[in-house]
């Protein structure tokens, strides 16, 4: 049974930081495109980061960022904790959303499926972050 469990989800003043942690569960970690989507009321799902996550935890070659967070956010990985995460600065109030975290297995990286959403199997049940 596959799980993906996000936590780290907080209320946080402008400016401030927050590090969002994804577990995996029932599944091989390595070789799967792992992604960072938000969404916000009333607005559409959208992805925020995404990584391909192999065995090597320092492997940042196949990660990809959406413009409006680059420099601000960080996707990293733990394999030997098959955990997931998102490091969150300068956070600013537009960055307020439901995060969920989403998985799909793909032998080729991360390149053609990045952040369409449709193409992601797994998913999480969402954390929220809210910044004031």
């Known amino acids: 049974h596959v799980q993906l469990v996000e936590s780290g989800g907080a209320s946080v003043q402008a400016g401030g930081s927050l590090r969002l942690s994804c577990e995996v569960s029932?599944?091989?970690?390595?070789?799967?495109?792992m992604a960072w989507f938000r969404q916000a009321p009333g607005k559409e799902r959208e992805g925020v980061a995404c990584r391909y996550t192999t065995a090597r935890d320092t492997d940042d070659s196949d990660t990809y960022y959406v413009d409006d967070v680059q420099g601000r956010f960080t996707i990293s990985q733990d394999r030997a904790k098959n955990t997931l995460y998102l490091q969150m600065n300068s956070l600013k109030p537009e960055d307020t959303a439901m995060y969920y975290c989403?998985?799909?297995?793909?032998?080729w990286g991360c390149g053609t499926t990045k952040f369409n959403a449709r193409l992601y199997q797994y998913w999480g049940q969402g954390t929220q972050v809210t910044v004031s």
């Open positions: 989403a998985a799909v297995r793909d032998q």
């Open positions: 029932g599944y091989a970690f390595s070789m799967n495109c």
